[in-house]
């Protein structure tokens, strides 16, 4: 059980402005039924401030508290105020929310972003830089490239399961997680999400785990008399035999396969897991 704020629980159980605007001026949309749950934000204008906001959505609790509660912060603003609003305000002024359910303040967020992109004609880009390349990264939740970077970037996020706490990216078959890795590294490291790399093919997953094997792993093992010799890759699993000095030790069994696989991991893909034959 999610351990909610009172706050959580108030717009939860009486949410505020419910329903449908209908002859709103901006109306932005997150999320998809597919993936499990969407918002429909609509928004009145009156000159440049948002004189009324309502919201549609279809989720749990922490989705309609969410929804709710942004529709609280933007009314009265102007449209350059509740453009700087980002999903940590609406789970900050919520009084937090659990981890796991941080990406329904996210979905807030970007139903308000997708709606005031409308207002300033598509150019909402231009006014908080966010580079345009958006690729989708997760095929599971559509989640775009543009999305997790954001997420990292207003939120901190460190670590593969906190972008899936954000975005529900990698919360399914996993396949993407690679690539959320690669999107954390490039990010961390300071550089342009043109550098974050393109997922390998199979081919050239194979070929880059043997070279890896062969140029890193197999140097550092003949230091201590061992070797590793690799019999399979199918997919992420590879398997592998070790050789020399590494034979019959089974507790050095157990810290080559960890050694070989976070190498591996480190190197080519974070899903990657080792099998020793
Ligand atoms: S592609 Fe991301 S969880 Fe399936």
Same mark, same amino acid.
């Given at each position: 059980m999610w351990d909610y704020s009172e706050k959580v629980l108030d717009h939860y159980r009486n949410p505020?402005? =419910?329903?449908k605007i209908?002859?709103?001026d901006l109306i932005g949309e997150a999320g998809s039924l597919?993936?499990?749950d969407s918002l429909k934000l609509y928004l009145k204008?009156?000159?440049?401030k948002i004189a009324d906001a309502k919201f549609q959505t279809f989720g749990c609790g922490s989705a309609v508290a969410s929804s709710s509660i942004l529709t609280e912060m933007i009314i009265g603003k102007?449209?350059?105020e509740a453009k700087k609003i980002t999903n940590k305000d609406i789970a900050e002024e919520l009084g937090g929310l659990p981890q796991e359910k941080m990406h329904c303040s996210v979905m807030g967020h970007e139903a308000l972003e997708d709606a005031l992109k409308k207002y300033y004609g598509g150019k909402y880009e231009e006014n908080t830089p966010v580079e345009t390349s958006d690729k989708i =990264?997760?095929?599971c939740f559509n989640v775009t490239e543009n999305q997790i970077w954001e997420a990292i970037k207003i939120n901190n996020l460190k670590t593969v399961e906190e972008v899936t706490n954000y975005t529900k990216a990698g919360g399914a078959c996993g396949r993407c997680k690679g690539l959320i890795k690669d999107i954390i590294d490039t990010y961390y490291k300071g550089l342009n999400k043109a550098?974050?790399?393109e997922p390998l093919t199979a081919t050239q997953k194979i070929l880059k785990i043997s070279k890896v094997i062969e140029q890193q792993i197999s140097p550092e093992l003949q230091k201590d008399g061992g070797d590793i010799e690799l019999i399979d890759i199918d997919g992420n699993k590879v398997k592998v035999k070790l050789t020399g000095m590494c034979q019959g030790c089974k507790n050095a069994q157990m810290t080559l396969k960890s050694f070989v696989e976070s190498i591996l991991r480190d190197k080519v893909d974070t899903n990657i897991e080792v099998e020793q034959v």
């Open positions: 505020r402005n =419910v329903g209908d002859n709103a597919a993936c499990g204008l009156d000159g440049n102007t449209l350059d =990264v997760c095929t550098e974050i790399k």
